[in-house]
């Protein structure tokens, strides 16, 4: 799973490099597999989200049809399966190599909260994956409130902008398994996802500035007794790494 996550990693990292303004979705999600099948893998894990600007939105967006807009953001939910084991990560980066300052706004409120959602990932914290995800409705509440929304109290309020579950098993399967109950506590040497996410429709009760935008960090954290390891620590996801990595900096070729 290591090797899975780290083929995966890389090739993020490179597909943000040969990404590019004008470029299509489908273009790199072929170079992203490109690049997975030939450090040795044998297939996607899954069929890949690369969603640009505002199809971010659209969770399961799979058309990957469009061209990249210059100024938008791109979310590319994509990784390979390594002998028999899948691996998941999503990264969301500027087409143009750097974030706006709204985006990088809205980006540092995800990341966040996904980096504290990782640090809770071992047995001491005696959490569930439904505890997990309790407290991620509230860190990106917390975070959201930070940057301007004004968010309703109550249950199901981020209903709107976090649509989805935090995170899930992964393993053999994409998403393992039908034995696992989220209601249990994390066990050592489990695998699972973090993956929150932002998606802000254009509706007049949030900030314009945000309108349109999808943001998702997803990493694989390896549950240990006392602290998580994260299986995709290759990927990018720190503000300059991404940009660096966008603008050739880390002394990665594209392909
Ligand atoms: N790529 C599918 C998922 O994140 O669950
Ligand atoms: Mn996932
Ligand atoms: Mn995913």
Known sequence: MRAAADISARAHTKTMCFAQPDISEHVLAAHFEYLCAREGSQRPAYVPVIASGANALIIHY????????????????????????????????????????????LYGAVLAAQKHLVGLCSVSTGHSLAQLHRLSCDALGAELTRIGFELPLGAGT???LYPHFVGHPVGIDLHESSHFDRNEPLKAG?????????????????????????????????????????LSVNAPKEIADIEGACQGMLGLEPF
């Open 190 to 230: 489990m695998v699972i996802t973090i993956e929150p996410g932002v998606y802000v429709p254009p509706l007049p009760q949030f900030p314009k500035h945000f309108h349109n935008m999808g943001i998702r960090i997803e990493d694989e954290v390896l549950v240990g007794e006392d602290h998580p390891v994260v």
């Open 62 to 105: 799979t058309a990957n049809n469009q061209l990249v807009r210059d100024g938008e953001m791109v979310l590319i939910d994509a990784a390979c399966e390594y002998n028999g084991y899948a691996s998941d990560i999503t990264r969301t980066f500027p087409a143009s190599g750097s974030f706006t300052s709204a985006q990088a706004e």
């Open 158 to 160: 981020l209903d709107t």
